[in-house]
């Protein structure tokens, strides 16, 4: 567990809306939509095994395509359908609808505690969910999230995009700010259901809610607990470009819809960290040259068909330095931390200000994101370093300013 000194952070009075509710809800999303007996039991042993004497006030509450299912008890826990549409999302993760449903679970029941659990959560370390709740329940956070173990070639769009750039951009330190599992306090599940509504309706489909980025503008505290390792779901569709689009257009509206609140300059928000389960050393099954050179061939097609589109984008040194990696022998190819920096910034800049059509500038990045992708594995394997990676982050913060004046004065760079 973490010292006192690793928290630097007020201590509230309790925030549960009543003090005398205890009860705990969970909320299973569309991955176990009219889910069996058979199906939920792995789910139900690792609540058991993870809540202990709380299991008693425990509500599981699962989709299902049939409005009039009745609740039912099993193994000690109450099972409650919730009403489904039948429409699932495109990527295998959490949505705004499942916020919207916990939130729903959480008023009916009057619960002080709300967890979410992403597909194959029955991986997760017991321990790990526990001190979850517990830094919710008795140690006053209002968002809970896992780190998770992962291995160097693992999780790299959050690696690259998700985990430096919400850091930066909203001061919450969490190395998965899009965590697959989450545990909530009754104010924060209240947030994250109003910022659900928004999002979905301002996207009109698939959407998406941030977490980390809803805790920091409202002051919220957010505790990170070490989980060691999980199986991640394999996503039903595996087109990369469709990936970066959906959770690279949701950062960058949300970027853009919070601009009053991350432009102020600030200090990384203190966070509550407790280490529960060890850190782990994860090997991956390595990447074979042949697919590294597949990636940099990619890009270097890319950086010959996308320079009128980038050129929109990108400033004339970022696009010098593109033209200096595409000429990269394939042994020594290398992106700088620097320049993979700005190429996000101005995309998000670009995003904002609709310099293209959105989903053909999402388009764009994909090959820039394998040049990333290239240059991490290569540099992997001589190197042990950390995943995520702990210099990129520290990039995009002290390039911050940059970002910050050009959202000002966009009209500094004229391509």
Known sequence: MSSAADMEMRVDPPHS????????????????????????????????????????????????????????????????????????????????????????VMQTY?????????AEAQTLHPDALRGM??????????????????????????????????????????????????????????????????????????????PTAEAAAAGFIVAEITAGTRIFPIQPNTDLSLVLNLLGSSLFSEIEAKASFWQRTRPLQAMLSLDVVPAQHVTTEPVSSDEVAEMIESFRIAHGNLQEIWSL?????????????????????SMPDALWVRILYDFVLAYRLRTIN????????????????????LAAQ???????????????????????SRWRWPDRFNP
């Not at 009219?34 to 789910?43: C, G, N, R, S, W």
């Not at 409650?80 to 939130?103: E, V």
């Not at 984008?313 to 595409?326: A, C, E, F, I, N």
């Open 17 to 104: 809306a009543n003090p005398a509710t205890t009860g705990i809800a969970v909320c299973l999303g569309t991955w176990c939509a009219d889910a069996t007996v058979e199906q939920l039991t792995p789910i139900l042993k690792l609540l058991q095994a993870a809540l202990g004497s709380r299991t008693a006030s425990v509500i599981v509450a699962y989709p299902a395509t049939n409005p009039q299912a009745d609740a039912w008890q099993h193994e000690g826990f109450s099972m409650q359908p919730y009403a489904f549409d039948g429409n699932k999302p495109s990527l295998n993760t959490t949505t705004a609808a499942s916020y919207r449903n916990m939130q729903d």
């Open 110 to 118: 009057k619960t002080s505690c709300g967890i979410l659990l992403g």
């Open 133 to 210: 709740v517990d830094a919710v329940l008795d140690r006053n956070a209002d968002v809970a999230l896992p780190r998770y173990s992962v291995g160097s070639n693992e999780a790299l769009i959050n690696a690259a995009l998700l985990y430096p750039l919400s850091r930066a951009i909203f001061g919450v330190k969490a190395c998965f700010p899009f965590a697959l599992d989450q545990v909530l306090s009754v104010r924060a599940a209240e947030r994250m259901a109003v910022a659900a509504g928004q999002a979905a309706k301002a996207s009109g489909g698939d959407a998406f809610v941030w």
């Open 313 to 333: 984008v990108l400033p004339p040194q970022t696009l010098l330095g593109l033209k200096r990696l595409s000429r990269m022998p394939n042994e020594s190819f």
């Open 358 to 377: 959105r989903g053909h500038l999402l388009g764009t990045l994909t090959p820039l994101y394998l040049a990333w992708v290239a240059s991490h594995i």
């Open 382 to 404: 001589t190197t042990d370093a950390t995943n995520p990676p702990e210099s990129l982050a520290r990039a995009f913060e002290a390039d911050k300013p940059y970002l910050v």
